[in-house]
């Protein structure tokens, strides 16, 4: 019998890319969106009788016919951008569309997939960062509709996991990178790639020793569906443990666009996490993972995506 998942936030940066993966995988995929930072250029090249796509916020009573074997809910606004564009949206889709999507969760007897963040980590004062750590999260700053959210959205899924039994994974995912990252998504790689391509200063916050760790969107798609399979609740860190400056992600950046862009310090965004780094021992004990696309080679992939889509803008 053939599996069939549903997937929120199918149109995003992420979702679109699982839609793919797990159509490979033999899958029969619903994808669901409202399109508010969902794009459906993201799955135009999709031309397969098992997909399904529905436009449908979350936050509202959800209805799928038939069984259900994986919900993965993705649906989110993810970007700084978004989030403080969309603050009530936010806090919604973590709260109401989490829940609504546990209660389908119940009702088909499907496995669910929650995606969190690294964000829930706060601005950490524990480095790396491992699950056991509650976290450094301001829950009034600007960054608290999108921290809460998902914290809260932990929460609620672990709750039905102890009271209802329902099958929850919990994913917390590092900073991601890859193609369909929207241009003026407003993260530090496509910012950086758009403003290097265009000649526009790249804008770094503070000084730039702030630290992320990034890594490709195939790498987050494989341990991702690890732990959907797997017998393992988590929550798990999915990301790589490679660390670097801001700064030396800039200058990376000009270096292999070729860019003569110069590079502009502004100030320091309130509750901006100074270091990121996931500890993926869990990750890598757990589920036989660990991320192998280098970021050479996945900024090239990222960069050419962007070259093309800019000039056919």
Known sequence: MTTRTLITGAAGFIGSHLVDYLLAKGHEVIGMDNFITGDTANLAHIDDSRFTLIE????????????????????????????????????????LGTHKTLGLAKAKKAAYLLASTS??????????????????????????????????????????????????????????????????????????IS?????????????????????????LVDGLCRLLTSEHSGPVNIGNPTEMTILELAETILHMTGSKSPIAFKPLPEDDPKVRQPDITLAKTLLDWTPHVSLEDGLSETIAYFEAKMSSR
Not at 56 to 73: A, C, F
Not at 74 to 83: E, K, R, T, V
Not at 196 to 214: H, N
């Open 56 to 95: 449908h916020n979350v936050t509202e009573e959800i209805y799928v016919d038939g069984p259900l074997d994986y919900i993965l809910h993705f649906a989110s606004p993810a970007s700084p951008i978004d989030y403080l564009e969309l603050p009530i949206q936010t806090l919604k889709v973590g709260s």
């Open 195 to 219: 403003q290097a391509l265009t000649g526009e200063p790249l804008t770094v916050f503070g000084k730039g020793d702030q630290t992320r760790s990034f890594f490709y969107v195939q790498d």
């Open 119 to 192: 964000e829930v980590y706060g601005d950490p004062l524990v480095h790396p960062q491992r699950e056991d750590y509650w976290g450094n999260v301001n829950p009034i700053g600007p960054r608290g509709v999108y921290d809460e959210a998902k914290r809260f959205a932990e929460a609620m899924s672990v709750a039905y996991r102890r009271y209802h039994a329902v099958d929850v994974k919990i994913a917390r995912i590092f900073n991601t990178y890859g193609p369909r990252m929207r241009i003026r998504d407003g993260r530090a790689i496509p910012a950086f």
